[in-house]
């Protein structure tokens, strides 16, 4: 970092138009950028008095992937501790793999969105987890039912319980929860559970929409409508015909856009910019926000009646670290399917390991879980993962003692600090029960050393509903 406050990035690009919006866009951050145009001009920049300064490196693969690889290890080998990430047009796994084994510590995918190059950024100066390789995390398949989501904490359950009683029907959803809960995995099971099934499921990041073109992205536009509209464009309302839309990060949308996505829903028609009529559109939204709506309501902005309207059905998904119980079988659900992606291979954890992924509070929820396990499996050398492979991890500290994590996704106190009712407890175990074995009731009484009839009539007296456990 440089005497003034500013950190120092290292662009190795060949490409000045490239060069030129990333020092833009890292300039938002604080971040002042040099260059060096290939490998020779790389290695003298580090021996010069600002090189001994920088804070990270970011290197575009144009060059091919041997001789990129060979100049990331000679990074590493100058600069052992120095964050190396690797941009490139290609996101494959397999060249992600290559690039992290040579020493690069992060993998960006063009185009850049300019949120995810600051995110990047931040992570890696920050030695944290959350942000690494989130455009490849992303690409392992994760559309999965209802049944085969993974987490047995109660309130996970109750909130998938929600989502597929309201899978059925045509009502639009609202997803509540933090960034990297997993609410696309959930919109997903829903659109998989609905009648809607067998046409597509279309997402929408609507925070990545620059706000002037947030209407032509949604609603389609014909050819000369506006100014740079070379040819007509079909919206995502009508991609999505007859099927789900699914808007993720809802509450970034610009109010005027807000107006026009409250005409389509209460109409069931769009209205593409510079065409003559309007369309009908049949489609389910299914919305998903970071972001508590009805403060934002209440702060005034997002519509009320935007609101009202998407949140027919309200599904919050509770954080990792409120259900911490869940990580061990993350972990292993994740590995396995990590382990189905190119030159990697299927990978043991060993108690160790789960103790410390256990002990921590994971910020980027089930995502930065992931992103861990994918940058450990990267570079584990040997048939399980031990405690070792998470050095971020155990940098960072465990943020949850080990009693905390031992409470298995049953809280014993109150925020006073006295014991909860026994009862409440009781009514915990055994939602945690019925979640856990995925309503089997037959199971659930005979790991808990009841009869059947008791159950029931525990679930009556404590008012449980069997399937929203």
């Given at each position: 970092m440089t005497?003034?406050?500013?950190?120092?990035?290292?662009?190795?690009?060949?490409?000045p138009a490239q060069r030129r919006l990333v020092a833009a866009l890292a300039a938002r951050a604080g971040w002042r950028?040099?260059?060096?145009?290939?490998?020779?001009?790389?290695?003298?920049?580090?021996?010069?008095?600002?090189?001994?300064?920088?804070?990270?490196?970011?290197?575009?693969?144009?060059a091919g992937e041997q001789d990129a690889n060979a100049l990331i290890a000679e990074l590493r080998e100058r600069r052992p501790t120095l964050p190396i990430l690797m941009l490139t047009a290609n996101g494959s796994v397999a060249q992600a793999v290559a690039a992290?084994?040579?020493?690069?510590?992060?993998?960006?995918?063009?185009?850049?969105?300019?949120?995810?190059?600051?995110?990047?950024?931040?992570?890696a100066v920050a030695g944290s987890a959350a942000g690494e390789l989130r455009p490849l995390t992303e690409k392992i398949p994760a559309l999965l039912a209802f049944d085969e989501i993974v987490g047995s904490a109660p309130d996970f359950?109750?909130?998938?319980?929600?989502?597929?009683?309201?899978?059925?029907a045509r009502v639009p959803v609202l997803l509540e929860g933090e960034s990297g809960v997993g609410k696309e995995v959930v919109a997903e099971a829903i659109h998989a559970a609905s009648p809607r099934a067998r046409k597509p499921m279309v997402a929408v990041n609507c925070g990545a929409i620059p706000a002037n073109l947030v209407e032509s992205e949604l609603f389609g536009h014909e050819k000369g409508a506006f100014t740079g509209a070379f040819e007509r464009k079909i919206g995502r309302f009508q991609?999505?015909?007859?099927?789900?839309?699914?808007?993720?990060?809802?509450?970034d949308m610009p109010l005027d856009a807000q107006v026009k996505l409250l005409r389509v829903?209460?109409?069931?028609?769009?209205?593409?910019?510079?065409?003559?009529?309007?369309?009908?559109?049949?489609?389910?939204?299914?919305?998903?926000?970071?972001?508590?709506?009805?403060?934002?309501?209440?702060?005034?902005?997002f519509r009320e009646d935007l609101y009202y309207r998407l949140n027919v059905v309200q599904v919050a998904i509770p954080p990792l670290r409120d259900r911490l119980s869940d990580v061990p079988a993350l972990a292993r659900h994740l590995l396995a399917r990590i382990a189905r992606q190119p030159g990697l291979r299927p990978l043991g954890i060993t108690d160790d390991a789960l103790h410390l992924l256990c002990a921590y509070d994971w910020p980027g929820n089930v995502r930065q879980l992931q992103n861990a396990l994918f940058r450990a499996a990267v570079l584990c050398e040997s048939d399980?993962?031990?405690?070792?492979?998470?050095?971020?991890?155990a940098m960072m500290g465990g943020r949850r003692s080990a009693s905390a994590v031992e409470g298995g996704g049953v809280q014993l106190f109150r925020p006073d600090g006295h014991m909860r009712l026994l009862e409440d407890?009781?009514?915990?175990?055994?939602?945690?029960a019925i979640g856990h074995y995925r309503g089997r009731m037959t199971e659930v009484a005979r790991r808990l050393g009841i009869g059947r009839s008791t159950l029931y009539r525990k679930l009556a007296e404590l008012g449980i509903e069997s399937n929203a456990a």
């Open positions: 005497r003034n406050g500013q950190r120092l990035l290292l662009l190795i690009d060949d490409e950028a040099l260059f060096a145009a290939d490998a020779d001009m790389a290695m003298a920049m580090l021996a010069t008095p600002e090189g001994g300064q920088l804070d990270a490196i970011l290197l575009d693969h144009w992290m084994r040579a020493g690069a510590t992060d993998f960006l995918v063009k185009p850049l969105a300019p949120e995810r190059l600051l995110a990047a950024l931040e992570a359950r109750a909130a998938l319980a929600i989502a597929a009683k309201a899978a059925r991609d999505a015909d007859g099927g789900t839309l699914f808007l993720d990060e809802v509450g829903l209460q109409e069931g028609e769009i209205h593409p910019l510079g065409a003559r009529h309007a369309r009908a559109v049949d489609v389910r939204v299914i919305a998903a926000t970071n972001r508590r709506l009805a403060e934002e309501v209440e702060a005034g902005r399980a993962l031990t405690a070792a492979d998470f050095p971020q991890i407890i009781e009514a915990d175990v055994i939602r945690l």
